[in-house]
């Protein structure tokens, strides 16, 4: 029925098969949230407004426009992942007593035969005391706002690994914000904290080409990865020889929060960092946006989080900040807002309503703010 290409599923058709064409009204969702990996329940859903799809045809439509999609043979969900929709669609299929069709099931053989530490569960390629067998998958998500149709794919793994190898809903509700005003970023020097695994970086590279933008975060691991999505998506990497306002492009730098002012390390490349001599901390380069999603979670470096945000704004008074906060625990939501305080920082909740939603995430849990100096 099938056969394995690069150690992902390739299905053939069948001889002599011949498939009438269905329509698929819901189906580019559902392309979508199998190569962002939403729970399977809500892709499943989705499948069932499609009033045919428990017939031959749209079983048929969905392997060939779903499971052997491009970019996800390229760049797979993990293995449990798409077991998990395959089984939870051929047994709706079963239920109401229809006929199963023979590349889904095939598809659904293979993979359930095929040996998780090689198909699709890689050994972990970051180093430093993570599990060797943690896997790695991958999300790719629309950029919307640039001229030509493009995506982005980001490597990440299971969020217990690490909090910064997972897409969360607060980087999702950024890159709304910023897709919905792109040129505002044209020519400017811009830096996240905590980035994560890059996406922001990324869609400002595709978006506004001329902007120089500074990702950062803490960990060695974290910023490896960082760099791997970077070539992965061919963005243009800065260069850090010439003076920053002459910089285009994507610059990895580890930024610890609790020592904001002592001199970074840029991160050259997967596996390498490097010290520029000369080179100032980064709160004392001019930085016009400063962008950090999901960092209020740990109490531990709320204090820090809120000192390096004041100082990179006593340093570039036009800087515009924003945070995007997923409300967790309101007790460290209160610190944070005390911290604001004592750092003489101000918030105001941002005006979203212009948004369009781009992405599918709890919106309800994730708000915007401004944050600013006081007078």
Known sequence: IGFCLNRHLFIAPLRGSFVMPVATAHLPTVLEWYRQQEPCSLVLDKLKEEPQYLTLDFQQTFVDTVLNDPVTVKFPPTLAYRRKLLKDYIAAIEENECEVNDDLLGAYLEWMAENSATGGNQPNPLMDGMDSHTAPSYKTYPIVGGNTPDTLTVRVFPPFSQVGLAVWPANLALMEWISSSPEQFQHKHVVELGTGVGLIGLLLNKLCPTTYVTLTDYLTTVTANMQHNITLNSCQRADLTIPVDQRRGIG??????????????????????????????????????????????????????????????????????VVVVTLRNQETFKYFQQQCGDYNLAARVMDCSGIPDLYNYPRSEVTLYNLYLKE
């Open 252 to 321: 990895v730098e580890i930024l610890d929060w609790m020592q904001p002012t002592k001199p970074g390390r840029h991160v050259a490349t997967e596996n390498e960092d490097i010290v520029i001599d000369g080179m100032c901390a980064l709160v004392e380069e001019q930085t016009d946006f400063l962008l950090a999603a999901d960092v209020i979670y740990d109490r531990e470096v709320i204090a820090g989080l809120c000192n390096t945000m004041s100082l990179f704004l006593k340093n570039s008074p036009q800087c515009v900040c």
